[in-house]
Structures are given as structure tokens and as C-alpha cells.
């Protein structure tokens, strides 16, 4: 390794602190992850603080065996003390107490080039495949030993030549925490990617959920359709190049439904263009009545407005005449409701009449009762009358 010089290793340090500052700044250790792979599995995950540390490239055995950070101290707590007293470890280092390669990374550079990628929310249309490893499907290749150790590695672009793979391990409650993390060159992506994916399981990622309840944030990205076949056919020459499998099952179907559904669209809206172009030719106006999308009525209502417009010699617009039309319905639906309210009116007064009539009646026969009596009553008085004379 070439000499340490003091400015270069400011710059490390200073690189460091810049990296703790963001951890805090993006609120990275309360946000929560949520990942949806297109082969139906679940990932949650959060940045545990305590791994933040090996993420920056940074190891503490060494200081700790020889006093330099007290052996109580966590790793995070550790980062905050080399950062404070930077110069105390320079000078550690550079008189041979420690090996630089003892407390920093080999790869400490590259490191903390990908850190603020890493903590900050994937993006589904960035990321380029999920490895779900299985270290037992190549054992007896030996590429066991090639220290991928993560139980998934999601893979995504930083940039047009370089990558980044975040590895996830899963913990006893069955979330995950970020462990470990690369860069990936256009100079060493082949030789990787050939001992990472050798008989491995492929999948991308559908959906991602980002929540963090501390300061309330929530945000969704769903990848659409559109990229979804884009990502399944460089997953398809993945899968070629490196002798792995591929797993989308579950957002295969949820694809091909959604694909069904814009297939019969298509074929609804192509009948539809179809009419609208013969109602054209033939100068007929367009039904609208039944057609549920809005965009395709606003088009028909223009056309009809075009043909009302090229035939009518007022000039008055099909949308006119519809509202037109639309206010007489109204207006007869109105006179309807009063027809209907005088009939139940003039059949509830035919019936009290009714009622009036047959009380009437019944009145009317018993006084032709009375009367009937007084007129027998009246003939017996005579009769007596005439006999006792």
C-alpha cells in the first residue's frame, strides 16, 4: 500500500463523517422498507445503525484489542470517536501501533462512493434483478467460497457503467438488515456475476413501500407494465449468460390480468373508432348513453358537435342540442311527477265521493223508513177514528 499521507487520510475521515451526516439527514435508521418481489415474497427492512459502520468500511477489532475505543463501546459509538479524535488514530497508525487495512477496508473508497445510494429508498426501475441465494445449490462448485453470504442481493444501477449490490440478511423475527454492500465495475461485473448467480434463483423487484414513523413520511413506486417487459427480457439474457433460473410467477399473473384488461380496452375503443368513423361518413349522431370513459365522450361529443355543426343552418352545437334535450327531459319528467300526484289526488276525492254516496244512500233509506212508519202509524189513527164514530 502506498504511504498514508495526512491529507489523505483527512479525506477519509471527513468522507466518513459526511456519510454519518447523511445517515441522519435522510432519517435512514427509522425508515422501514418494504419490498415486493415479482415472485410473491415479502422484504422488510430498516438500517440498524450498528451495521452502518461495516457498511462505511470500517473495522474496530484491532483498536479495541489495543485500548485505542474501549471495548464497551458499540461500533456506531466507535465511528463517532475516531471521527472526534482522527488525529489520535493517524498518529496510531502511521507509527505502527495498527495496520491502516486493520481498521479501514480495502475497498473503503468504493464504499463510501456507494453509501448514500444504499440508505436512500430504491427505486424499482433502477434496480436490475434480486438474487435469492442459496449458498447449498453451488457448494460442490466451490462457489460457496466466494463470500456471499446475504440471504437476497438486490443488484441496481449507479450509473451507465457501474452497479451496486446490497446484500440482506434475515434476522430470528424474519425482517432484514443491510450487511453488506459492492460496487460493481464494468471491469469486474462479469466475473462476479458468473460465482453470484451460477444456479441461483432471479426475480425483480414490483412494488416498494417506504414508511417511517418518526416524522410520518409514506411513499409508494410501483414499476409499471411497460418496464416490467423491459426488466423480464434482460432478465431472460441474465439468465442465458449465467445458468440461473428465473422466478416472476406471481407477477406474471397479475401482468397478464392487467394486460387482458388493456387488450379488451383496446378492443372496446377500436369498435367504438370504428362507428365513430362510419357516424362520420353517414353524417349519424353518436349514442353516448352507455359509454363509461370519459375521454372517449368528450371525442364522440366532438364529433357530433361537428356534424350538427355542418348540417344545422342555426349553427347550434350537438353539446347544445344534448343540453337541450337533457332540460325537456327534465321538464317532462317534472310534469309527470305533477300528473301522477293529480291522479293519486283525483282517485283519493273519487273515493271519499264514493264513501260520501253510500252514506248518503244509507241515509236516504232510513228516512224512507221513518216515513214509512209515520205514513202506517197515520192509517191506524184514521182507522180507530172512523170506528169509534
Known amino acids: 500500500m502506498e504511504q498514508l499521507t495526512k491529507e489523505k487520510f483527512d479525506k ?13 439527514r435522510f432519517y435512514a435508521r427509522d425508515n422501514q422498507y418494504k419490498i415486493y418481489l415479482a415472485n410473491g415474497e415479502r422484504l422488510e427492512y430498516r438500517f440498524d445503525k450498528m451495521n452502518i459502520p461495516h457498511l462505511l468500511g470500517l473495522k474496530f477489532d484491532s483498536l479495541k484489542t489495543n485500548g485505542i475505543i474501549s471495548k464497551s463501546d458499540s461500533n456506531y459509538e466507535a465511528t463517532e470517536k475516531i ?21 479501514f477496508s480495502d475497498y473503503i473508497d468504493n464504499k ?30 466451490g462457489v460457496s467460497e466466494a463470500g456471499f453470504i446475504s440471504d437476497y442481493y438486490i443488484v441496481q444501477k449507479k450509473n451507465f457503467s457501474q452497479k451496486i449490490m446490497l446484500g440482506l440478511d434475515r ?51 410501483r414499476l409499471p407494465l411497460e418496464e416490467k417487459i423491459i426488466i423480464l427480457n434482460a432478465l431472460r439474457n441474465i439468465k442465458r449468460r449465467y445458468l440461473c433460473t428465473i422466478d416472476t410467477n406471481s407477477d406474471n399473473e397479475f401482468a397478464l390480468k392487467v394486460l387482458a384488461s388493456k387488450q379488451s380496452s383496446i378492443r372496446d375503443n377500436k369498435s367504438m373508432l370504428i362507428s365513430i368513423i362510419s357516424a362520420l361518413e353517414s353524417k349519424d349522431l353518436i349514442e353516448i348513453e352507455d359509454i363509461d370513459d370519459d375521454e372517449l365522450k368528450e371525442l364522440i361529443e366532438k364529433c357530433n358537435n361537428l356534424l350538427v355543426d355542418s348540417t344545422d343552418k342555426h349553427k347550434s352545437t350537438y353539446t347544445d342540442i344534448k343540453n337541450e334535450n337533457e332540460e325537456l327531459k327534465k321538464r317532462v319528467e317534472l310534469l309527470d311527477n305533477k300528473l301522477q300526484t293529480s291522479e293519486l289526488q283525483a282517485k283519493t276525492r273519487l273515493e271519499e265521493i264514493e264513501y260520501q254516496k253510500a252514506e248518503l244512500n244509507s241515509y236516504k233509506e232510513a228516512w224512507e223508513g221513518i216515513r214509512n212508519s209515520f205514513e202506517k202509524g197515520k192509517e191506524l189513527i184514521l182507522e180507530k177514528k172512523e170506528t169509534q164514530e
Open 83 to 103: 471521527i472526534q479524535n482522527s488525529y489520535d488514530l493517524y498518529k496510531n497508525i502511521t507509527s505502527g501501533n495498527i495496520q491502516f487495512n486493520s481498521v
Open 12 to 24: 477519509i475521515i471527513n468522507r466518513i463523517a459526511l456519510a454519518l451526516e447523511t445517515y441522519k
Open 112 to 141: 463510501l462512493d456507494i453509501f448514500e445510494n444504499i440508505i436512500t429508498p430504491i427505486e424499482p426501475n433502477k434496480v436490475c434483478f434480486v438474487v435469492k441465494y442459496d449458498p447449498s445449490k453451488t457448494y460442490m462448485d
Open 171 to 221: 434476522l430470528p423475527n424474519f425482517r432484514y438488515v443491510p450487511k453488506s454492500a459492492y460496487l460493481i465495475t464494468s471491469e469486474n461485473e462479469d466475473e462476479i456475476f458468473k460465482k453470484l448467480l451460477k444456479k441461483q434463483e432471479i426475480t425483480f423487484i414490483s412494488n416498494i413501500k417506504t414508511e417511517n414513523p418518526s416524522n410520518g413520511y409514506k411513499s409508494e413506486t
